[in-house]
């Protein structure tokens, strides 16, 4: 399953022995060696939101040490080739691979992010995911509200993420590193509230990046899509 956008390479490698449902929420978005996924969008494109500097720093510099790091943690381990979600997914939970899945799993989580905003975003999802947030929270804004609730109240860094949890659309938030990858849910859109995201813009104003991040910069497209590709895996 390859998640709409990613960077991709071939991989001759068999797949690990996964469970189900590990497979149905991975998104493969490499294969060792890692390599940085350029942004889908210049520096800029998400100003004022989101200033070039931040965005240089947080991709150029954030998200690049995360992917050296994993390259060289795992190099001549039987992690090398497996895609990111897989090293994400086996090495969770792993007191010996801590530090190999904290890199690996921000790698991924970085790469999910950045298609998860896009100049011009925010605004009304497309109908189906609009649907299924009316179904279960009741209103589209009831929804965001609920993401920015959680990406505001998460303590210290983390992401704050909507969900698929089988069929049931969800709100969650995880911290640091962690990954719903790694709870068998699937990932639909996410907000990164480490404060490199957003320091440098709003200092301590997290709530305020966050509102505006939902209101002007949320891609909604991609969300859809993920809930479209997790929908059909269902049938
Ligand atoms: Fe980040």
Redesign the pocket.
Same mark, same amino acid.
């Given at each position: 399953m390859e998640t709409p956008g990613m960077s991709q390479q071939s991989n001759s490698q068999p797949p690990l022995a996964l469970s189900t449902t590990e497979k149905a929420s991975m998104a493969s978005l490499a294969i060792a060696p890692l390599s940085l996924p350029p942004l889908p969008y210049a520096d800029s494109a998400l100003e004022p939101v989101i200033s070039a500097k931040t965005l240089s720093f @947080?991709h150029g510099k954030? @998200?690049r040490t995360y992917v050296e790091n994993t390259n060289k943690l795992i190099a001549g381990t039987e992690l090398a080739d497996l895609p990111l979600d897989q090293i994400v997914i086996v090495t969770a939970g792993r007191v010996d691979r801590a530090n190999i899945f904290n890199n690996a799993a921000?790698a991924w989580? @970085?790469s999910f992010?950045w298609r998860c905003l896009k100049p011009k975003g925010g605004g009304e999802p497309p109908t189906a995911l609009k649907k299924k947030m009316e179904e279960v929270f009741g209103s589209v804004d009831a929804c965001k509200k609920e993401l920015a609730n959680n990406a505001i109240a998460q303590f210290g860094s983390g992401w704050a993420w909507l969900v698929l949890e089988g069929s049931k659309l969800r709100v969650v938030k995880t911290a640091n590193a962690d990954s719903p990858l790694t709870q068998g849910l699937r990932p639909l859109l996410t907000i990164?509230v480490?404060e @490199?995201?957003y320091y440098l813009d709003y200092q301590n104003k997290r709530a305020d990046h966050v509102d505006a991040v939902i209101d002007k910069l949320a891609n909604w497209d991609f969300a859809a899509e993920n809930f479209a590709r997790f929908a059909a895996d269902r049938l």
């Open positions: @947080h954030h @998200h921000q989580n @970085h992010y990164d480490w @490199h995201a």
